[in-house]
């Protein structure tokens, strides 16, 4: 039984009004968890005394952000979309006030507990992009998933300008200055969590279109094998898998590669911001241009600029290609990310589409870790940006590969 494309439960201005208030949930968190996370290792070396367990906690924070989708996803089904995003967000103010506490307490084993619970809160921040397209039609949930991911500008931007205050304010009121940060964490996610429970009405789940944006000739919804058997959501999942994983395998070791030259080393925050630039700020226009074009093609656009920045990183000619190669890194992400969470929206059915989603999450963060790991390795063992960029460029060249094959893959019945 078919339902219709837009649910008539909710109105234009409630799907404006759920979409902003995940917007705003999701910049405040981005604030509140890289203000933390500035002076997360310094309080590791601090608080252990061990300048080798300095990264520890950052470590652990990862660790969360990667558990936490399978629950909250759980949650997402059981209780709904609402409960789940504040619950996570209002986890995530306890594991700020804890690390706040345990920087004031000295206590380490404490801080990585507060670690934990702040990766999971950023999980919670990831996912409503989710949450956001359900309340729309398919043909427009690229620019609500696209207003989502800009959120997160605001934590580039403002929270090491809220770190760098809040310890000053700490240190003025005779707390630990590493402890500020934290508390203010612990306020904005608090605010989060807020927003989310009292503007996200009603729940995305109960308005969202339960059937995929092609449904199955027999009229059942898919089980959960059967859906990652849609080779769309593959191509969806494989999309955001690639752009976070040549991102990752360049974005880590830039900073160390510049300062590696006696004279760039000022270049290091032009060219994050040239990447952060790339990676949000034109987010709300890759979802329009994903809805207005289809996610194919912003795959496509995605795969090539990462091919692009990950040949300008190979060439490795200073300042002239490391700026444009990082910008061009950022967007190919974007576009990769926004394209491949559209399509993850609009061909799961409602009765499994938190679960993959969460899944899907988890493997991002598998991803993002792993080229973390494998990079700097890379780098300082000899192979240098030459090889990473053709890692990269390998990478982004298998993703154009598979955009081919299931393009191909799809019409084939149609003149079979």
């Not at 059937?211 to 027999?218: L, N, R, V, W």
């Not at 692009?308 to 490795?316: P, Q, V």
Request: glycine residues 14%; contains cysteine.
């Amino acid at each position: 039984m078919s339902t219709p494309a837009a649910s008539p439960a909710i109105s234009e201005a409630g799907r404006r009004r759920i979409v902003g208030a995940l917007f705003v949930a999701r910049g405040s968190i981005g604030v509140g968890y890289l203000a933390g996370f500035i002076v997360l290792t310094i309080a590791g070396k601090e608080l252990s005394g061990h300048a080798e367990l300095a990264g520890l906690p950052a470590a652990v924070s990862m660790v969360g952000r990667a558990i936490g989708p399978p629950p909250i996803a759980r949650a997402m089904e059981v209780f709904g979309r609402r409960p789940a995003i504040a619950g996570s967000y209002a986890l995530g103010a306890v594991g700020a006030a804890t690390a706040a506490l345990a920087v004031a307490a000295g206590l380490f084993w404490l801080l990585l507990v507060g670690s934990l619970l702040m990766g999971v809160a950023r999980a919670g921040g990831d996912m409503s992009r989710y949450v956001a397209a359900e309340v729309y039609e398919p043909s427009r949930r690229g620019r609500a998933i696209g207003i989502v991911v800009w959120g997160a500008t605001a934590g580039a931007l403002g929270g090491p300008l809220l770190g760098g205050y809040a310890q000053e304010l700490a240190g003025a009121g005779g707390l630990s200055p590493l402890a500020g940060p934290w508390f203010a964490a612990a306020g904005l996610l608090l605010f989060s969590a807020l927003v989310t429970w009292a503007f996200v009405r009603p729940d995305p789940r109960d308005v969202a279109d339960p059937t995929p944006e092609a449904p199955p000739a027999d009229g059942e919804p898919p089980d959960l094998r059967g859906v990652l058997r849609d080779r769309r959501v593959q191509l969806g999942i494989l999309a955001m898998l690639t752009g976070q994983g040549v991102m990752t395998l360049i974005m880590v070791v830039i900073p160390l590669h510049l300062d590696s030259y006696a004279d760039l080393g000022e270049a290091v925050p032009v060219a994050m911001t040239a990447h952060v630039a790339g990676m949000f700020a034109l987010a709300p226009l890759t979802g329009r241009l994903v809805d207005l074009l289809g996610p194919r093609p912003m795959v496509l656009i995605g795969a090539v600029l990462l091919m692009l920045a990950s040949a300008l990183a190979a060439f490795d000619a200073g300042v002239g290609t490391v700026l444009p190669a990082m910008f061009f890194l950022g967007y190919g992400w974007n576009a990769c990310f926004v394209a491949g969470s559209t399509m993850l929206a609009r061909g799961v059915p409602l009765n499994v589409r938190a679960r993959i989603q969460g899944r899907v999450e988890v493997l991002i963060g598998v991803v993002g870790v792993f080229s973390s790991f494998l990079s700097g390795p890379l780098l300082v063992g000899g192979a240098g940006m030459g090889w990473l960029g053709t890692a990269g460029l390998i990478s982004a060249l298998l993703l154009l590969v598979a955009l081919g094959w299931e393009r191909s893959a799809t019409r084939a019945p149609a003149g079979a």
